[in-house]
Each structure stands twice: as structure tokens, then as C-alpha cells.
């Protein structure tokens, strides 16, 4: 069973690069044919699909996001990371990351494993 761990600061301020890691056990990242996803549920609002990074190591980016996110990977630690640049109030939400299947099944919301996700404000 694949675990997924979110982890980095539950603060940002304004203008800042927010950076964020998922630690993934019971699986490697690398396996055909999985995708890893970053998403996030700003308070009051629905889930937004941000990105993913496949097993290939091609990243995928949401079109509102494309000009702000950057999604790597650390093979050797199997761990993927989201940076999010430029950061506003707009972008406190709690962050999660997800394993799907393909990245249209991401985009509808089909994960089959999700970490607990990590809340994180953005505020001077």
C-alpha cells in the first residue's frame, strides 16, 4: 500500500516561494505508469488539481498555474516537490499529494492514494 507525506512550512508571507515535499513509501515513484499529483482545497472552496510529475519525469501543470508552479522529483530519496512562486493570500489552502493513474484521471478527482495533507497560509 502506497503512503504519501506531505511536508514544509505552514507559513508564507506575501511575494515568497512556497515549497512543498511529498515523501512517498510502499512505492516508487518511478513505476510505470503512475502520475504525482499536488492539489490543494483553499478554505471554503472546491479541490484544485495544480500539477503532477509522471514516472518519466514529464511535469504537468494546471493552465492558471503554469506561469507560478514548478513540480521536480528526488528519485533517490523518492520524494516529489511542489514550488509555488509569488505567492498571495489566495494561495492558503491545505496542500495535499496524490498518486493517479493517468493525469486526466487527476484532473477529475480519481486518486487512489492521497496524503493527509498540510495547511498552509499565506500572511504577513
Known amino acids: 500500500q502506497v503512503q504519501l507525506q506531505e511536508s514544509g512550512p505552514g507559513l508564507v508571507k506575501p511575494s515568497q516561494t512556497l515549497s512543498l515535499t511529498c515523501t512517498v513509501s510502499g512505492g516508487s515513484i518511478t513505476t510505470n505508469y503512475y502520475y504525482w499529483n499536488w492539489i490543494r482545497q483553499p478554505p471554503g472552496k472546491g479541490v484544485e488539481w495544480m500539477g503532477a510529475?509522471?514516472?518519466?519525469?514529464?511535469?504537468y501543470y494546471s493552465p492558471s498555474l503554469k506561469s507560478r508552479a514548478s513540480i521536480s522529483r528526488d528519485t533517490s530519496n523518492n520524494q516529489f516537490t511542489l514550488q509555488l512562486s509569488s505567492v498571495t493570500p489566495e494561495d492558503t489552502a491545505v496542500y495535499y499529494c496524490?498518486?493517479?493513474?493517468?493525469?486526466?484521471?487527476?484532473?477529475?478527482?480519481?486518486?487512489?492514494?492521497r496524503g493527509q495533507g498540510t495547511q498552509v497560509t499565506v500572511s504577513s
Open positions: 510529475i509522471g514516472y518519466s519525469g514529464s511535469a
Open positions: 496524490a498518486r493517479s493513474a493517468t493525469v486526466g484521471h487527476a484532473t477529475r478527482g480519481e486518486y487512489d492514494s
